[in-house]
């Protein structure tokens, strides 16, 4: 693991946002129980690229990369599971 | 840049799940112009996210990063601007 230097912070702030991101849309599909307009293929692509992106964390040793892709597929497979269940 | 290994193969693969993920939304929403399912404020969150990420990218030098950043910044923006439209 690298020094935590001004890269790592901006990596780790920009880690939050995206991951966070998949917060609101969690609430809202949670709320609304309707589906209709989010797409399927969407969160099935993006929760196999989270994934991957998780494991080149781990190979380039990026704590940013790790982390925010680590929280993000457990936020994306609650909403798949929604997407599903209310599809 | 550093030397194109397995690493930064897989990255790139994990940079093409991510960044085509928008793709199907894009075109459902083009398709439905209905958007009440998704979540504004996931997509203003991820859109910041992913600019900072492009930047981060540049920083730390890394082609994958930068990469799928920089076109999923571009359609995650189209979403928005539908979003916005069809709101």
Redesign the interface.
């Known amino acids: 693991m690298e020094k935590f230097d001004?890269?790592t912070l901006?990596?780790l702030?920009?880690?939050?946002?995206?991951?966070?991101?998949?917060v609101?849309?969690l609430?809202?599909?949670w709320r609304?129980r309707?589906?209709?307009?989010?797409?399927?293929?969407?969160?099935?692509?993006?929760g196999?690229?989270?994934f991957?992106?998780m494991?080149?964390g781990f190979?380039?040793r990026?704590l940013?990369?790790i982390a925010a892709n680590m929280v993000s597929f457990v936020l994306v497979s609650l909403i798949l599971y929604l997407k599903i269940k209310y599809r």
Chains 1, 2 share one sequence.
Not at 13 to 22: E, G, K, P
Request: hydrophobic share 60%; net charge negative.
């Open positions: 001004g890269a901006l990596g702030v920009a880690a939050v946002l995206t991951t966070s991101s998949f609101p849309q609430v809202r599909t609304l309707e589906t209709k307009d989010i797409s399927l293929w969407m969160f099935l692509l993006i196999a690229g989270i991957l992106w494991v080149y190979l380039i990026d940013p990369v």
